[in-house]
């Protein structure tokens, strides 16, 4: 029997035109969600298409969520079309460079802080007084194990604070009936990135500090390997979903064994 455990939610997903955020997106929608599919690329168009051609709900939501703007206008957005937001998924984010921290310069680190901690910032103060006005809601942010990595100081500590926002916000929240999780994948196979982290050309070193970092996570795994996309929907969908009505203010590794 097909599942549904989103039937008439209302869910967003961030960062929904690629990678795991299309992955969660196409899965929630087989369940039965009702999706406002945001991103700042307009292939998210092609997910919406995907979805509807699958028999299910979305509409697509071009926004940049690193400002507060963007993030308010495309909540508003979801909201004027679905009446509420019951589900938020805060999946964009993502190291832009791989390197030794004494190499990167104060533009970049500045740039890693903007992409992978303030969408999830600015989503969920968008989102947070629809849900404390109907006392309902599941925000799930999407972290990294990467929290204890090498090669990626900057986005480490911006993850670090989404954890740290995410237990804060589910203290404050738990009693207005908003959980708030999160769920640190560790390395994940993707097909190649229609959309790149970055476009810049890569140089001989950037080449070896990313396999270093694919080295570091994959030893660090217990199971010596990386995650696929389906095995980080699966957490996040079952964070998103009322199975985890009991769990608030949780940071899931799901890296086969590394804790981050
Ligand atoms: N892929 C991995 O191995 C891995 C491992 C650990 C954690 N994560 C986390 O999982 C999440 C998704 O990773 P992914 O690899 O699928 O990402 P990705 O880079 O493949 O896709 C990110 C999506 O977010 C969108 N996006 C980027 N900046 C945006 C902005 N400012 N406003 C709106 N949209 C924006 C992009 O257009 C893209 O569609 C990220 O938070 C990442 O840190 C990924």
Redesign the pocket.
């Known amino acids: 029997m097909r599942s549904e455990r989103f039937r008439d939610k209302i869910m967003i997903v961030?960062?929904?035109?690629?990678?795991?955020?299309?992955?969660v997106a196409i899965r929630a929608a087989a369940e039965g969600a009702r999706l406002a599919l945001?991103?700042?690329?307009e292939?998210?168009h092609e997910v919406a298409v995907e979805i509807e051609t699958a028999g299910g709900s979305s509409i697509a939501i071009l926004?940049?969520?690193?400002?507060w703007e963007?993030a308010r206008d495309a909540v508003a957005t979801a909201i004027r079309q679905f009446g509420r937001i019951d589900v938020l998924v805060?999946?964009?984010?993502?190291?832009i460079w791989m390197r030794p921290f004494e190499h990167f310069d104060d533009r970049q680190i500045e740039a890693e802080i903007?992409?992978?901690l303030?969408?999830t910032m600015w989503c969920c103060r968008a989102v947070l007084p629809s849900m404390i006005e109907v006392g309902s809601g599941v925000i799930v942010n999407?972290?990294?194990?990467?929290t204890r990595g090498i090669n990626r100081v900057p986005?480490s500590a911006a993850?670090g604070a989404v954890n740290a926002l995410t237990v804060a916000m589910a203290m404050e929240n738990a009693e207005r009936g908003i959980r708030v999780n999160a769920v640190?994948?560790?390395?994940?196979?993707?097909p190649q990135?229609r959309?790149?982290?970055n476009s810049e050309n890569q140089t001989e070193d950037d080449g070896r500090w990313i396999d270093e970092v694919v080295r570091q996570?994959t030893e660090s795994s217990f199971m010596k390997r990386?995650?696929t996309?389906e095995e980080?929907a699966n957490a996040i969908l079952f964070m998103a979903s009322d199975e985890a009505s009991y769990l608030t203010g949780t940071i899931l590794p799901v890296g086969g064994g590394d804790t981050g």
């Open positions: 961030t960062g929904a035109a690629q990678g795991i955020g299309r992955e945001v991103d700042r690329s292939l998210v926004a940049d969520l690193e400002n963007g805060n999946n964009v984010g993502g190291a903007r992409r992978s303030f969408p999407v972290s990294s194990i990467a986005y993850k640190a994948p560790g390395g994940t196979d993707a990135r959309i790149p982290r996570t990386y995650g996309l980080q």
